[in-house]
């Protein structure tokens, strides 16, 4: 039977923010295991940015195509290959379907989705924060490609509640975050009296002060935030072990200032007792360490998924609604909103989570099935698109 041909839009291969990555990893995983309960293999082509980075979705049945401007504009570029291809994938990078990040991204996004269409290729928007869309035409272009896509999934209510905003009226998959499904190495059994490891993610854009005031902690200081979040653990509490666990990792280049592993490296270098995670190859590999923590804490999103999905108890610092939208979703509701709470808020949420883990866990327990009940209806409408697809 002739193999299914798959190009994947908006996901990464190699991308310094490991988040993005977990998304390319999980939904890979999941269209390979798709295409073999229906008896066909996978030949899926990623399009993907020229990131420097080793790719780390790798394998026989995977190839990477560079995106730039002469592949999306000739029609012997990406036309032809959605036209050759049986279906298209579309993830947004997560959350950047929408026109709050500028008209370029959004253009080059609604590029690739109309040229889809015009190839007459079923298109799929996988699970994605959507919106928010604020001008005219961009609310108009936005809902006219859902509205041509073959599925139409969100990851959580607010997004699902954007589209119905927006006006469309068609069938939508509220499902979850696909990175709930990102493959891992369950941590090894620790010697009995082993010291309890709590990871603390640090944003380095935050360290750094952030894109912009939307960025920013309300009414309190990010870096001092995360020193006395330090302290605590390191000299107040006996018997903890802190790691530093970055989940944005930039070798070089001009985004450097987004790099947690350069952040936490130099916290490490203020105290010494902490204990700095590696600079992660994979998203996989980043989730097993953080499999391995007994409390978790960040301010990326996706760091604190590969927690919450590998049962660790977690509160995820939130700097955007995708946080509130996803976790809530799902009826956990450890989140803290650090934009709209002070830094004494936040550092309560954080260390009262702690003191309450067995508590957090028990509702991770909860919550976690409730998101890969969520994933199996994004699986269905895919196996039913699947079996619509001839074999060639």
């Known amino acids: 039977m002739a193999p299914l041909r798959i190009t994947l839009i908006m996901h990464s291969t190699r991308s310094d923010n490991l988040g993005v990555g977990a998304l390319t990893v999980a939904e890979v995983d999941i269209l390979r295991r798709l295409a073999s309960e229906a008896g066909r293999t996978a030949q899926i082509t990623i399009v993907d940015f020229k990131d420097a980075r080793t790719p780390y979705v790798t394998g026989d049945d995977i190839r990477i195509v560079d995106l730039d401007r002469r592949f999306m504009t ?6 032809a290959l959605a036209r050759a291809s049986d279906m298209v994938v579309d993830i947004g990078a997560g959350d950047s379907f929408a026109d709050i990040y500028g008209s370029a991204r959004l253009k080059k996004m609604l590029l690739l989705k109309a040229l889809t269409h015009l190839a007459g290729t079923p298109l799929v928007l996988a699970p994605q924060t959507i919106g928010p869309f604020t001008g005219g035409w961009t609310t108009r272009a936005a809902l006219a490609s859902i509205r041509r896509s073959a599925v139409v999934a969100t990851r959580d209510a607010l997004s699902t509640q954007a589209l119905r905003d927006m006006g469309f009226s068609g069938e939508a998959i509220e499902a979850s975050d696909v990175a709930l499904r990102l493959p891992y190495t369950p941590p090894a059994p620790r010697p009995e009296g082993a010291p309890l490891r709590v990871g603390l993610n640090v944003s380095g854009l935050l360290m750094a002060g ?3 005031d939307g960025d ?10 995360i020193r006395r979040l330090i302290r605590h653990f390191t000299q107040t509490l006996p018997g903890i072990e802190l790691h530093l666990v970055p989940h944005v990792i930039v070798a070089e280049g001009p985004m450097q200032v987004e790099d947690d592993q350069r952040a936490s490296a130099a916290l490490a270098g203020e105290f010494p007792d902490v204990v700095l995670a590696p600079a992660f190859a994979s998203p996989s590999e980043a989730k097993s360490y953080i499999a391995g923590m007994d409390f978790f804490a960040g301010a990326r999103m996706h760091a604190c998924i590969a927690a919450f999905s590998s049962g660790v108890p977690v509160v995820p610092m939130a700097y955007s609604r995708k946080f509130a939208g996803l976790f809530g979703t799902l ?7 650090c934009t709209g709470s002070s830094a004494d808020a936040v550092f309560a949420a954080v260390t009262q989570g702690w003191d309450a883990r067995e508590t957090l866990a028990q509702d991770v327990a909860t919550a976690l099935p409730r998101g890969l009940a969520r994933l199996d209806s994004y699986e269905t409408a895919l196996r039913a ?4 697809i001839p074999a060639r």
Do not use: E, H, Q
């Open 210 to 212: 952030g894109y912009a």
């Open 216 to 225: 920013k902690l309300g009414g309190g200081d990010y870096p001092d935030l």
């Open 385 to 388: 698109l699947i079996a619509r």
């Open 331 to 337: 009826g956990y509701d450890r989140t803290v909103d």
């Open 74 to 79: 000739r029609p012997s570029g990406y036309l």
